[in-house]
């Protein structure tokens, strides 16, 4: 909701001469509700449907990045004045705001208590699991109010202890893996204006096409998660279909050109263009001294590598943030999340960081070749910590001890979502645990 109620002071601040200082704040607990969001997924849903769930929630956000910009430009004939409705602005600047405070709105709606109810459904599978219930009395399929052990979903989940060195290793490969993602968005304009001595409405273009294409292939990706975990291990296809692609696409990305790029000497014999918006100076800036010896990309071998982090991204991330869930086991997942969230919004801010470190001062071979070898670095210990990305074991005591009350009580099945029953079934129930009616008796 922070970023709705962000929209509309940025729509209507300058209408009512409000002046704020704390749209960082409320972009940062706008950000927040991505870790809620993932936490709760956690908590509401089983093992066998974790992976499809995460992966449509991960389609949902690539797609809303994909109709952030349709609406963007949908909004264009507005022009800069548009028109004014109760005082307020609707103009081709204000519009996507306006679009984006209501489909907030409706957000919320959903979101009331009337509308939804929170399902511990994780608690209860694990509570089922262990042969245990909770300490209200739960319809069964042939019994009804009998008394279990009193065990609470909180000593459950505290039986359950996480693999911390599993967990973290998945939070700093979520790291690398957006990392790498982030380095190339942003350096997609400026990289082919320099390689492909490209002026700053083409860069833009065909990047802007090419991002497009890619956020495509992106979503196909991803609604064939799904199928591809029914068939192979979702360990390997992290692996082997995330991080080793987007290996592939880093590789690929490290020039072979046979000469260097086209140079951008500031003099009277530069290379320079003249369109609508003035005069520009195309190719690799000559005050980038690695420009004049390293091999130009190719326009081919970017589209090959950008195609392989297209599939890679998908898979690796999506499937990380999935066996993160489950390692991690039915336990209230806020905090983690939130780490792991923390982690994607600190590699974005590396990207730029970067960038202007490596890139600009040592050019592409640096750029990738350290990208590639972090990957490499990452994929290798996932290796190694393969066995360990489990979700976690219950405690020995707590097994044994639902093993013997499950002997006493006899094997039940709990349902994972708490019904209670009317007063007719307890009497139908009552009947049949009895063996007869009160006029059966007489």
Request: aromatic residues 12%; contains cysteine; proline residues 5%.
């Amino acid at each position: 909701m922070a970023k709705h109620i962000r929209n509309l002071l940025h729509n209507v601040s300058h209408v009512f001469g409000i002046q704020y200082n704390f749209d960082w704040c409320l972009a940062i607990l706008g950000q927040a509700n991505i870790a809620v969001a993932r936490s709760y997924l956690s908590a509401a849903t089983r093992l066998s449907e974790r992976t499809q769930a995460v992966s449509m929630v991960s389609l949902a956000q690539v797609l809303g990045f994909v109709v952030g910009p349709g609406l963007q430009a949908a909004v264009t004939p507005l022009g800069d004045k548009g028109y004014k409705l109760l005082g307020l602005p609707f103009n081709m600047y204000t519009m996507a705001g306006w679009i984006n405070v209501v489909m907030g709105l409706f957000n919320f709606v959903l979101f009331l208590p009337w509308n939804f109810k929170e399902r511990k459904i994780a608690a209860r599978e694990a509570m089922r699991d262990q042969g245990k219930a909770t300490d209200q009395k739960i319809l069964l399929i042939s019994i009804i109010d009998v008394y279990f052990p009193t065990v609470t979903e909180e000593e459950t989940w505290k039986s359950m202890k996480p693999d911390y060195l599993a967990s973290w290793t998945l939070i700093c490969a979520f790291f690398v893996l957006v990392f790498n993602f982030v380095l190339l968005e942003t350096l997609g304009t400026s990289l082919t204006m320099d390689q492909f001595a490209w002026s700053k409405t083409e860069a833009l273009y065909y990047m802007g096409l090419l991002m497009s294409v890619g956020a495509i292939v992106a979503c196909i990706t991803f609604v064939m998660i799904g199928p591809l975990c029914k068939k192979f291990s979702e360990r390997k296809i992290m692996l082997w279909g995330g991080f080793f692609f987007m290996i592939i696409g880093r590789v690929i990305c490290i020039p072979w050109g046979p000469d260097p790029p086209v140079i951008a000497e500031l003099g009277p014999f530069g290379n320079w263009t003249t369109d609508g918006n003035g005069t520009e100076i195309l190719g690799c800036p000559s005050t980038q001294e690695w420009c004049r010896h390293t091999p130009q990309m190719t326009v081919t071998q970017f589209m090959i590598g950008y195609g392989f982090t297209t599939i890679g991204y998908p898979l690796g991330v999506t499937l990380i943030q999935t066996i993160f869930s489950k390692v991690l086991g039915p336990r209230p997942q806020g905090v983690w999340m939130g780490l792991m969230t923390g982690a994607g919004c600190a590699s974005r801010v590396m990207g730029p960081v970067f960038v202007g470190l490596i890139y600009t001062r040592y050019g592409t071979y640096h750029t990738f070749g350290i990208t590639g070898v972090m990957l490499v670095l990452a994929m290798i210990w996932m290796q190694i910590v393969d066995k360990r990305l489990v979700p976690p074991k219950f405690a020995e005591a707590s097994t044994n001890k639902a093993q013997t009350a499950g002997t006493e009580k006899g094997d039940v099945e709990i349902p994972l979502v708490h019904r209670t029953p009317d007063a007719g079934e307890k009497e139908v129930e009552m009947r049949k645990l009895n063996g007869s009616t009160a006029h059966d008796k007489v």
